[in-house]
T-cell receptor, first 113, second 111 residues
């Protein structure tokens, strides 16, 4: 049983397109996250979101937006894709109060041509 | 400006020996520290953590040491096994409960 899943695993698209990456967790966690792993392999937080609060990393362009239809899902929408958006994107979840560990999805490798 | 540094991009260790992975941080306000392990094409998986009120935490073959005055933590794996070959990330928690990550160290266990 996959705890945190992401689709698609690979995404190749043209500059200027709009795309979405889906994330679902079946852990019952209240908080979900999106990370970007850049070419230097750093994992950088983009968003953290729970039912009450969205925390946005100020360096994230507003072309990126998280959308949460319910507590188990946090999708990432990207408008007007640019070459520099090529990276691996990870979704994660955690349950505040039960520990600080975050549980990660397998990642989505986005390539913008 | 890197707040969390893992200065060794890679480390090669003989099977059965001890692996020591290091991590340095600059922000004295970090108060919780985690190690994650990552295999290729998979997401990071949690390994072990330590609170700033402790200096050591042990879980089986894995031990994390924290030296707050030096702003340094290390992960010891003993004995090292082939399945330990992976990239290891150090992550530090800030006051907003966000994780700040190092760049990772690739550990290679030689048979």
């Amino acid at each position: 049983d996959t705890a945190v899943s992401q689709t698609p695993k690979y995404l190749v698209t043209q500059m200027g397109n709009d795309k979405s990456i889906k994330c679902e967790q079946n852990l019952g966690h209240d908080t979900m996250y999106w990370y970007k792993q850049d070419s230097k392999k750093f994992l950088k937080i983009m968003f953290s979101y729970n039912n009450k609060e969205l925390i946005i990393n100020e360096t994230v362009p507003n072309r990126f937006s998280p959308k949460s239809p319910d507590k188990a899902h946090l999708n990432l929408h990207i408008n007007s894709l640019e070459l520099g958006d090529s990276a691996v994107y990870f979704c994660a979840s955690s349950q505040p109060g039960t520990g600080y560990e975050q549980f990660f999805g397998p990642g989505t490798r986005l390539t913008v041509l | 400006d890197q707040q969390v540094k893992q200065n060794s991009p890679s480390l090669s260790v003989q099977e059965g020996r001890i692996s020591i992975l290091n991590c340095d941080y600059t922000n004295s306000m970090f108060d919780y520290f985690l190690w994650y392990k990552k295999y290729p094409a998979e997401g990071p998986t949690f390994l072990i953590s330590i609170s700033s009120i402790k200096d050591k935490n042990e879980d089986g073959r894995f031990t994390v040491f924290l030296n707050k005055s030096a702003k340094h933590l290390s992960l010891h794996i003993v004995p090292s096994q082939p399945g330990d070959s992976a990239v290891y990330f150090c992550a530090c928690m800030d006051s907003n409960y966000q994780l700040i990550w190092g760049a990772g160290t690739k550990l290679i266990i030689k048979p």
